[in-house]
């Protein structure tokens, strides 16, 4: 099967992402992670060429693999990394309306920003209670991917802490073919 009969992702998120490692590890560190990757994903994200619109979802994997592998290895700063990547994808001004947003006004919005952004998969947002709501994706590559699944829901739990939510929690649901994340705050 073909990286793009996965799904294609935006340049932006893999921009996104290099560009938190430039900020977490510098040059030196950015230069270990490219050469971790393999080299058809190295050819494709690292070359001096422009990168096409629409990546395979693949590479953006590859790309985490290779910082999980190497200067992410402990979860603590794995987790920072997830943090700073979600920060690169929102400027100052969606970042202050994320801070007067609650996680029932953003959730609905999930699934049009993941389209935005993904070829493939679909996200559902249901509200649990006041408190709790759970986001759903399926039919993705991250679903079956172990890594992809933690950092899907660290994402989701962080941008929930972006909102008006206090002390989020996330939990990783167990369904074998979608990807579900309860999360709950105070």
Known sequence: MRPSDRGLVRRRSLIGFRTACENM???EGVRRIVEALPSEVRERTASFLPLPEWL??????AWHVAVKDGPGQDDTIFKQHVHVTVDQGFGKVKRLLLSIATPHTLAPRAAALWRDEYSSGRLEA??????CVTLTLSDHPFVHHPLMRSVIAEAYRYIVSL???????????????ELTVRMRWT
């Open 163 to 177: 909102t008006s939510a206090k002390i989020v929690t996330a939990e990783l649901l167990s369904k074998p073919d």
């Open 126 to 131: 249901r509200p649990v209670d006041k408190r």
């Open 25 to 27: 590890w510098g040059n």
């Open 56 to 61: 395979p979802v693949d590479d953006l994997i």
